[in-house]
């Protein structure tokens, strides 16, 4: 039992010190002063965003890019909370904006990639860039990815999403998670440079910029639209099949978007849920190599810890393994709160190691009918 759970935990060692590895690769990138080249179409598909839309488009008010380069559409996804009413009494207000309401009700079983096919469709400019509406974007965000494109000449980039957190045990939880999961994301797209079979197999959505004539010859969401979840992911791996070396990751915290987080711990595991249950559906090798490889290792620390209990492995052994899972999660995590500026968020990182592992499985287990509630809907993968 020990040498087999050793197993595990090494080579999960190995994989976070490669994904690490791959974050070092990327490079900093800041913007200039230098003038605005790209238009870019913003689409954010809300529903049930009440709370949250008047910051939204105080937000877009603020970036610093000039308005005849920038179009925001807001699509409604049949909101039922006055969302939809309140978008509209935004657009009268602020008509400095060139801002669009557009209506999306469908019965489709995933209503979010319909919504952005139509945004798309819609977009009058050649750039696409999604966020979600309980977001914020970095002042000169649309300068740096303006500047990034005319530099790189890519045809997809995906930027940076930090989590909010307050001094809440929950919120801190949150944090990490996020701060792990992007230093993934990054190390996916740095660690290509290292090794040529590991590929960029993560990004979100709610900071993703792509050539629209890209999407639409991609033929948008068609063969994953009957999985609810995933609209970055599946997006990301017909990217990648088109032209890997033109899909990139913008390390910038000019770029960074700010999202809240979950209030609840039931509303998380949900969100959770939502994200593990495309994973049997992604196509990238590696990406789900990296999925079973973190199932198994945190798997391995509960199994290890009941057979400690049990007297079939020695405490000093399981200790020592733990040991070498957080330290290297601690330095993946480092590296980037370092590069966000969150390194508050690693106060709690070892009582948040603790639980961790429990989290994991939990969420793991119960994203295996594929099932989960979010909105107000019920959706399966």
């Excluded at 139509?118 to 509406?133: H, N, P, Q």
């Excluded at 957190?165 to 939880?173: M, N, R, V």
Aim: contains cysteine; positive net charge.
């Amino acid at each position: 039992m020990t040498l087999l759970i050793s197993i595990v935990i090494v080579l999960y060692a190995l994989l976070i010190l490669t994904l690490n590895s791959g974050l070092r690769q990327l490079k900093d990138f800041e913007p200039d002063d230098s003038p605005a080249v790209n238009s870019f179409s913003v689409i954010v598909v809300f529903r049930n965003e009440i709370e949250n839309l008047a910051n939204l488009i105080g937000n877009f008010k603020n970036l610093d890019y000039p308005n005849d380069k920038l179009e925001i559409l807001l699509i409604d996804d049949d909101s039922d909370d006055g969302s939809l009413e309140l978008a509209l009494q935004l657009q009268e207000d602020n008509k400095e904006l060139n801002l669009k309401i557009i209506e999306n009700r469908t019965l489709s079983s995933s209503p979010k990639k319909e919504a952005i096919e139509k945004g798309v469709s819609t977009a009058k400019f050649d750039w696409i860039l999604t966020t979600d509406a309980d977001c914020i974007l970095a002042k000169n965000h649309l300068r740096a990815i303006d500047q990034y494109i005319q530099k790189y000449d890519p045809i997809f980039v995906a930027g940076p999403v930090v989590c909010k957190a307050d001094d809440s045990f929950l919120q801190g939880f949150q944090l990490l998670d996020f701060l792990s999961l992007q230093g993934s994301t990054m190390g996916g797209f740095g660690g290509r440079n290292l090794n040529a079979s590991i590929k960029p197999f993560m990004c979100n959505g709610a900071n993703l910029c792509y050539l629209k004539t890209e999407f639409i010859q991609l033929n948008g969401y068609s063969g994953s639209k009957h999985i609810a979840s995933g609209d970055d992911v599946f997006l990301l791996e017909k990217m990648i099949v088109r032209d890997s070396k033109k899909v990139h990751f913008i390390k910038s915290r000019a770029a960074v978007v700010s999202t809240l987080p979950k209030y609840s711990w039931k509303e998380l595991v949900e969100q959770r849920k939502r994200w593990a249950a495309k994973t049997s559906s992604i196509g990238n090798g590696f990406g789900k190599a990296v999925g079973a490889l973190v199932l198994l290792a945190n798997l391995a620390l509960i199994i290890g810890l009941g057979s400690a209990i049990g007297g079939l492995i020695h405490w000093k052994s399981l200790g020592i393994l733990f040991l070498v899972k957080i330290n290297v999660d601690f330095i993946l995590i480092y590296k980037t709160a370092l590069f966000f500026y969150k390194k508050e968020a690693l106060r709690s990182f070892i009582a948040s190691s603790l639980l961790y592992p429990f989290f994991v499985v939990l969420v793991s287990v119960l994203a295996l009918n594929g099932s989960y509630h979010w909105k107000g809907r019920s959706f399966r993968k």
